[in-house]
């Protein structure tokens, strides 16, 4: 298809997987891995399900085919609703999801993987801009090649943020 190896975005037979809703959030966490120096063959493999709605049909995939994994999902109205789904239908691997917030239940308050970000993260790589919905994808990209050509790093609050979520396993 044109892509490089080293981008591979499918599942990984020998380490932890994570499957996260969207791109960005597969940007974000490779962003931090790299601030963190974290040598790619210690890194989890992320998996982009471009959509929460994706997320049932490829963690069934990775539980069928025996891969280690984890969901991560945003602590907001989709990401409940996904929980939801996975609690309804009493799913052998229920204990694999996870808030970005932390938390392996759902709660009340909205808590999103942007969040992770402190205040002045987020100002400083347009979270707050009025258009960062609608070109999340652009942010979210050009944070993570700005990481890579060591243009940029994280504060240490963002870092502890990312760090709570212990996601090296």
């Given at each position: 298809?044109?892509?490089?190896?080293?981008?591979?975005?499918?599942?990984?037979?020998?380490?932890?997987?994570?499957?996260?809703?969207?791109?960005?959030?597969?940007?974000y966490l490779n962003a931090y891995f790299n601030?963190?120096?974290?040598?790619?063959?210690?890194?989890?493999?992320?998996?982009?399900?471009?959509?929460?709605?994706?997320?049932?049909?490829?963690?069934?995939?990775?539980?069928?085919?025996?891969?280690?994994?984890?969901?991560?999902?945003?602590?907001?109205?989709?990401?409940?609703?996904?929980?939801?789904?996975?609690?309804?239908?009493?799913?052998?691997?229920?204990?694999?999801?996870?808030?970005?917030?932390?938390?392996?239940?759902?709660?009340?308050?909205?808590?999103?993987?942007?969040?992770?970000?402190?205040?002045n993260d987020k100002n400083k790589l347009g979270?707050?801009?009025?258009?960062?919905?609608?070109?999340?994808?652009?942010?979210?990209?050009?944070?993570?090649?700005?990481?890579?050509?060591?243009?940029?790093?994280?504060?240490?609050?963002?870092?502890?943020?990312?760090?709570?979520?212990?996601?090296?396993?």
């Amino acid at each position: 298809m044109g892509m490089d190896l080293n981008y591979n975005i499918g599942p990984n037979f020998k380490k932890r997987n994570i499957i996260v809703e969207g791109i960005s959030d597969y940007f974000y966490l490779n962003a931090y891995f790299n601030i963190k120096g974290i040598p790619k063959k210690d890194r989890p493999n992320i998996i982009p399900s471009t959509g929460a709605d994706n997320i049932l049909p490829i963690s069934s995939i990775l539980y069928g085919w025996g891969c280690e994994f984890i969901i991560l999902l945003d602590q907001d109205d989709k990401g409940r609703a996904i929980y939801d789904k996975f609690n309804d239908k009493n799913h052998p691997f229920l204990e694999k999801l996870l808030f970005v917030d932390g938390n392996s239940t759902k709660g009340t308050s909205d808590f999103e993987i942007e969040d992770l970000f402190s205040s002045n993260d987020k100002n400083k790589l347009g979270l707050n801009n009025s258009d960062y919905d609608e070109k999340k994808y652009n942010y979210s990209y050009l944070i993570y090649n700005s990481v890579l050509q060591s243009e940029l790093t994280f504060e240490q609050e963002t870092i502890e943020n990312f760090d709570k979520l212990n996601l090296i396993g």
